[in-house]
């Protein structure tokens, strides 16, 4: 391996990383709300599409940067994800009905209205937050001028990721140090067994689809100086976050952080050996591999190994 | 149901009454098919409002032959049969003797061949398949170039001013995408350049970064991408985040010859040539003058759709005023001896390279200098001279 081909492995594990970090965060709200819910929130890309129309109005309007905009539309979109859980969901919840998983099908019906209002309402046209700094980079070669590869790090990219990883280290502390927090893993282990311990289970629920809603719309601000945005593009991170939370293990906050960084790094390097026009097959690829050798995806691994100390 | 059938045969009933012929005494109808519902409506639409300035200004200078113009717009909804339909009905009931209009290639085809069935001379305006005008059609002539041609600006450019040896293409994995791809590979052959990469990726990508120090490593004297507007913006910004240094960075039309380009990719935009056909800033007779009449509307520049289809009109007006009569073949044979200076360029159409009555332009070769598209090639309708060789990012501010 010559120097040139180690910097081509070298900064696309770079990007890989990036890329993997970001998926994590989007994949961690999905895979919260599966654990407590036991329901796969299918409109999860749509409300990371709103976040991001919150964000780019913010800017347009006030001249907010989509990074401080993080402490604006994370909260409101936690607002907006109990609500859709008090109204929406809750009513369905409690109704008997002939398919069991009506809940999901709810969600795809909110995924569309969200997405179609967002048509009607700011057009089907592509956005995006013009940011000062968006394609400003760190190079080694500037820090160390003799350097046999040239590497380089984009400064947006490097900020959504720290971004990224503060948030999921406070999400951590919450869930484990808090007495919500263990409210919500206690429902999301046993449900039956957190209502006999006096959880509020439907508190719980409310607070969990918020959360999730809030990470996502986090995600989505952290996504819009390095992307740009449009009605339709909710699909697509939906099915991202859906791979992601499967290849974690349903439910696992951890596995989805690992089920996120594997998939980023996947891409990237799919795309750099084998051709980015094969990325979403490798994309599904990992998908039907993760279902048929780890059925419980990565945190059955986490499990595995505490269990055998 | 009855009132259904009553209605729909009063209906008919109508339509046979205020049928006959198109040209009447002092004025001269024609109907032109375009897509103005469905999901090239949009096109349409630009279309639909550039003929009517069109019309408007023939009007003003007294019409064609002292006629006035009438327009009636006809909505294909981007189907062939139903193209088809409408032009049947133009010819058969309205007896009009020259068709032209439509938006996407395949109505263009169907219209084509009812044109050639007819004896009617057919103008195609947008419609760029390059199998249109060359099915030995004598009836049906086209003033756009053919998809083939939309680079030829480039090519020439790339040949006389860069000189490349090698060249790395990336492209969307759609149809138009690897179209361009294809069409560029023959071009890279024939300027004698190396394809030192051909890459397809997924429309809505988030991160290029991969492919593109892939790019790097391989050094290429020419990255050449064909993509929509905001892969294009995408692409741009994270080549600068890579210091790609290649001599040139070409686009094929589509997303890097419109504004949005500059505005999302920033300065990352600047310097990257693309293919064209048509820019508002273009040096050609009356075409900066339809572009702000355009704008001074509808609040936006017209894309090159609205200038073919604004030229289009003067072509039509031209021929008819040089046509000893009216009838279909006059008509032909004046379109044959076209040879007009229009907004949208030069109009002439001929017969080589296995194509019938094509019209053969440089298409055009813009540059961003200064965060504005700049015409750069050919010399003679260049509002700027090319910055080349383009500075490396290193040194750039």
Redesign the interface.
Known sequence: MDA??V??LL??L???I??GGLYALIGIGMTLIMGVMKIINLAHGELMMVAMYLAYWLFVLFNIDPYLSVFIAAPLMFFFGMAIQKYLINPVLKVESILPENQVILTVGIGMVLANLATILFTSD?R?V?VEY????W?LSDFWRDSPV?L?L?VPWSISFLFAVVITVALWFFLTRTDTGKSIRATAQDMDAAVLMGVNVERMRLITFGLGAALVGAAGCL?IP???L?PA?GG?FTLIAFVITILGGLGSTVGAIIGGLILGIF???T??YV???W??VGRFAIFIAALIFLPGGVASILRRQRLGK | MKRMILLIAVMFLFSLVITGSSFSEDTVTFGIPLPLTGSKAKFGEIEKRSYEIAMEEINAAGGIKGKKVVLVFEDSQGKPEVSRAIVEKLIDVKKQPVIFGEYSSSCSKAIAAVAEERKVPYLVVTGAADNITQQNYKYVFRMNPSVSYYTSGLRSFLKEVVKPKTIAILYESSDFGTKGAEGMVKDAKRLGMKVVLKEKYESGAVDFKPILSKVKSKRPDVIYMVSYVMDAALLMRQIKELRIDAKLFAGGAAGFAIPEFIENAKDASEYVVTATLWSPQVTYPGAKEFAEKYKSRHGKYPSYHGAEAYSALYVIKDVLERAKTWTPEDIRKAMKETNLMTAFGPIKFEDREGYQNQNFMDTLVLQVINGKHETIWPLEYATKKYVYPIPRWRDRR
């Open positions: 040139v081909q910097e081509v900064q696309t770079i990007a890989g990036l890329l592509y995006s013009p968006a394609s400003d980079a190079y040239e380089s984009s996504f390095i992307y740009y449009y593009l697509r891409e990237s390097l795309a750099t051709g980015m026009g990325a979403p």
